[in-house]
């Protein structure tokens, strides 16, 4: 990246068509007509929006065209309609098909989609890579994630069902505690992941006996086309129906319907907050959010630097700076900002950038369009009032491609300060007393995560303290990051609501509930009667292997 001077050498890196890889190619731009509702994929004639790639392609004469991927359906309110009204009839307020469904029976629904998923892996992980510019490693690593996401899933609502199964005897009341689901599931997702944390509610959400309303995100919609048939195909009708269209027009009127049970966002609170507004009944709303972050990295006096700069290269830049648990400011104490920043900067100097199916390659094409001008805007504002670009080449932009930019001294003048870049542009703060990074994180309207670098024990323990209570996970000598899926992923403040991970989840999109019956001999005698004759789908002892 070094090497890299000119919008002139960022523009030779995009490619002539015939320099890409026959095996990453797309065959042809695909062209999605059909749209899932009620079990049915309907032809759609209306109006459609072309998907271009980020990744462009240069002619003879050196000019730069985005590839087009394909095109999808821009639906109207009334389509979102019937798409509420399918889910609300599949529900039947709880007494349809899905919801009454045994738990075995709707795991092995849940298995059939993933195989009929896993069929389409080759196209979907291609797709990944062309809507939204991930490297071919990343983008299959996405697919794979979720596969071993719906897997461990489908595992963990074993483990929980069989640990209801039994029943409890309490001051004379025998009593059964299950888990049932919750009603209609708005389900959206974010372009940054669109597969696998778009899948980290919609699963657990189906599993649990609710119905789903489905809309893709904003880029990453065309990868849901191959998938459409697998969820026709593997759950009842009306049980899982796409919304497609506007979303500042076909969403509000489902949420002002007040027929929307869960609202599961994961993309900015501003949004999740004028949706949760409009449901006439927001106490019946149950909303699972993961919402905007700036999570800071605090660089101590002692920290092993080595360590902290490849953590905060990782934590800064992988998929662009382009997610929701980067690390996006570092605190960094003024004893160690001169060599701190100068490793950093050689580090990213190192770092490939190109096309997403190269090998070796760190930075790629960006989605958003609009994203290299908001750059330049942050980092052009930080210069203005006294920040200065650092490594080589930061900042520059052609088409989608922009050259990560380390941008120091940031204080709170600076939008780069508060505002969550989502993208790559790493802005540094000097602190010299240690209470001054604390405040940054107690005084911020995000409580996600943050890093803590240092080998003082004393130390370490004196931040971890406090900083448990203003953020969810604190991470000591390493980067933020969502994984293992067996945590729990969550935020306070404006960053989440309700909270992810494999069990967590689970509950998420459910809800206790009990049947209970005074410790007679009649009440054993009728509740045997109905465990053994495998009456109820409800009451049971069945163990699910």
């Known amino acids: 990246m070094s090497s890299i001077q000119s919008q002139a050498d960022l523009a030779r890196l995009f490619p002539r068509l015939a320099d890409i890889p026959a095996e990453q190619r797309l065959d042809a731009p695909l062209h999605q007509r059909g749209i899932l509702i009620d079990g049915e994929i309907r032809s759609w004639d209306g109006p459609c929006r072309t998907v271009l790639s980020p990744v462009h ?35 039947a307020s709880g007494t349809g098909q899905w ?16 195989r009929r998923l896993l069929e389409q892996r080759a196209l979907i992980v291609k797709l990944i890579m062309w809507e939204i510019g991930k490297s071919a490693a990343d983008s299959a690593k996405e697919f794979d994630r979720t596969i071993a996401y719906i897997r461990q899933t489908i595992d963990a609502l074993k483990e929980l069902d069989n640990n209801n199964s039994r029943f ?36 657990p959400a189906l599993i649990m006996g609710n119905v789903v309303l489905f809309k893709p995100p904003k880029f990453g919609t065309l990868l849901f086309a191959p998938i459409l048939e697998a969820f026709r195909a593997a759950f ?4 899982v129906n796409t919304v497609y269209g506007r979303g500042e027009e076909v969403v509000p009127p489902l ?124 980092i052009a504002d930080a210069e203005s009032k006294g920040a200065e670009v650092l490594n080589p080449g930061g900042g520059l932009a052609c088409a989608s491609l922009v050259v990560p930019a380390v941008v120091y001294p940031v204080d709170a003048r600076m939008r780069l300060y508060r505002e969550e870049q989502f993208g790559p542009v790493i802005p540094v703060v000097p602190f010299d007393d240690v209470g001054t990074a604390l405040d940054y994180v107690e005084s911020s309207d995000y409580g996600q995560q943050v890093s803590i670098f240092g080998t003082d024990p004393e130390q370490i323990a004196r931040l971890v303290d406090p900083l448990v209570n203003q953020v969810c996970r604190v991470n000591i000598n390493c980067q933020c990051q969502r994984g293992p899926d067996v945590f729990p992923f969550t935020g306070r403040k404006d960053s989440a609501e309700g909270t992810l991970s494999v069990s967590d989840a689970l509950r998420a999109f459910s809800i206790r509930t009990m049947i209970a019956a005074k410790a007679t001999s009649a009440s054993k005698a009728l509740l045997d009667e109905i465990v053994l004759g495998h009456k109820s789908t409800f009451i049971n002892t069945r163990f699910i292997f």
Request: proline share 7%.
């Open 255 to 378: 949420m002002a319907s007040g027929k929307v049970n869960v609202l599961a966002l994961i993309g900015s609170s501003r949004v999740a907050d004028q949706l949760k507004k409009l449901h006439p009944k927001t106490n019946r709303l149950r909303a699972v959010l993961g919402l905007d972050a700036k999570n800071a990295a605090i660089v101590l006096p002692d920290a092993d630097l080595d360590l902290a700069v490849k953590e905060c290269v990782l934590g800064s830049l992988s998929f662009n700076g382009q997610r929701c648990t980067a690390l996006k400011t570092l605190l960094v104490h003024r004893s160690v900002a001169g060599p701190f920043l100068d490793k950093l900067t050689e580090a990213i100097g190192q770092l490939g950038i190109g096309m997403p199916w190269e090998a070796g390659i760190s930075i790629t094409p960006l989605p958003d369009v609009n994203k290299p001008r908001y750059i330049a805007e942050c």
């Open 236 to 239: 009842p009708p009306g049980v």
């Open 168 to 203: 409890q005897v309490v001051e004379e009341t025998i009593a059964q505690v299950r888990r049932a689901p919750l009603g209609v599931v708005l389900c959206m997702g974010p372009y940054n992941y669109p597969l696998n944390e778009t899948f980290t509610t919609l699963i």
């Open 57 to 91: 392609v240069r002619d003879d004469q050196g000019k730069l065209s985005a590839v087009e991927v394909g095109s999808f359906p821009v639906t109207t309110v009334k389509e979102s309609l019937q798409a509420l009204d399918a889910a609300v009839a599949a529900y």
């Open 99 to 114: 919801p009454t469904m045994a738990v075995e029976a709707r795991i092995a629904h849940v298995q059939d989609f993933t």
